[in-house]
């Protein structure tokens, strides 16, 4: 299926509306009292991070520590993901917002229970993540998650 292609500015509001619904289902990540986390394009065309509780601007191509980011590494490494969305329309791959196995964090990495889902609708809709067939969309196997891992560069200990 091809993903339509949009301006950097739709992109952006895309984004923007996926993190207030996160904000708001769950357990309300991206989001702090009143305030809710965005993400901006600058007139240079650099992607910039606005965090719900520090309220700082964090430079979002940075590949160390984020000053100002309260968030935690998953979410850090979703923030990226939506990055190079914003940035060159790359889309999320679709298993990033679940459905995860029973073995990893209980199938339910973010805590958000049934409200997960409405999150991975919402990405769907907004054409942020890989449209799949119902056949495809399905738990990543322990091989497929160390093989995303590894593309990432995260750390893991070597079997």
């Known amino acids: 299926m091809t993903i339509p292609r949009y301006s950097r500015e739709d992109r952006v509001g895309a984004v923007n509306r996926l993190l207030r619904v996160i904000s708001t289902t ?3 990540f991206f989001r702090r009292g009143d305030n809710v986390a965005y993400m ?3 007139a240079r065309g650099r992607i910039w991070f606005v965090d719900a509780y520090t309220r700082k601007r964090i430079y979002t191509h940075y590949n160390l520590g984020w000053r100002g980011f309260t968030e935690g590494g998953t979410l850090q490494f979703l923030v990226k993901h939506l990055r190079d969305f914003i ?5 999320l791959p679709a298993g990033e ?21 409405i999150v991975r609708k919402e990405a769907a809709d907004l054409g942020i993540t ?4 119902e056949a495809a969309n399905r738990v990543p196997t322990h091989k497929e998650l160390v093989e ?3 593309r990432e560069g995260g750390d893991r200990e070597k079997d």
Request: proline letters at 8%; one cysteine or more.
């Open 26 to 28: 769950g357990r309300s």
């Open 40 to 42: 901006e394009v600058d």
């Open 87 to 91: 940035q060159v329309g790359k889309p």
């Open 97 to 117: 917002l679940g459905p995860w196995p029973g073995w990893f964090c209980g199938g339910d990495l973010w805590g958000y229970g049934a409200d997960m889902a």
């Open 130 to 133: 890989e449209q799949l067939s």
């Open 148 to 150: 995303m891992i590894d």
